[in-house]
């Protein structure tokens, strides 16, 4: 069986087996959208993966999706995740391009702050400085410090009840730094004459949280890498792929498991073709229960450790 057949012969065995109605495979992608992935990764995706979608790009309908509850996704769908890896990778030198287009926008984010802030005159109560962080669609204060020797305890959060001006001006200040500097976060000091500091800072998720790899140095800790590739997602931003940047004990073009939710990133075999060979074994031999209350991800990562 071609890689095709295998994954056609898996939603039979569904049917078969557990009495499942599935959606229904695609007709395949063109040799130009598949092309697309190559350069957006900057190399050729595997040839066993390139023959999947030729036959079949993904699934659609309202059944259960027919990877065993997972969705076989289209590759457009596919772009959009790697497009989404590569937007976390930051440039090697860090520089403003228009550094005065820049400062106009910013410009613009203080006085909106300025704006919420309280009136400085003679019966109003001053304030010394406001500190605020703003990313796209994040948002982080603003706190007030009454004088220089206010504290972080003692500070005054400011409501804001309408951010949409200011979602805007971000937006346009990240597109315009973007490809030069691509921050994550903007963190704004702002004192009552006006003036500010701003630091431009990073979601540093792979120090954060605590990633691991089964096994031991197989896949790189990181919380997405544009080189690996969706296939199978859960619906909820996890994924099962292929993995073209293995880590120094991985396999170039191993089958892995990854994600937003997961921080253990598992192996679950060295290529596609062994895996569907796999699941299609565990379905004929009913070996493993595909129907237990278990997010198929753990269902998958107890087989495997049984297999060893």
Known sequence: MNISEKLKRIIELQS?????????????????????????????IPTELTDLYLANNGESGDERSCFLGHRFIPIDEMAKQIQFGLSLVKPAERILKNPDKSNELLSKIVEFYFAKAPKKGLFKKSWYKIEFSCGLGSYGGPYLYKSGNTDDKSRETIDIDDYKKLSLLVKDLHELEKDSYNW?????????DKKYEVKRTDYNFNEEIPFTSTPVGAIKKMYFNPQWIPVFSDHGGNYIGIDLDPDTNGVKGQVIIFGRDEEDMFVLSNSITDFFDLIISKIVDESVDFKQELHLHEIFKNMIKDEK
């Open 16 to 44: 078969e087996k557990f009495d499942w109605k599935l959606n229904s495979l695609n007709d395949g992608a063109n040799e130009n959208q598949v092309a697309e992935i190559d350069k957006l990764i900057g190399e050729k």
């Open 184 to 192: 994550d976060e903007l963190e704004f000091v702002m004192y009552s």
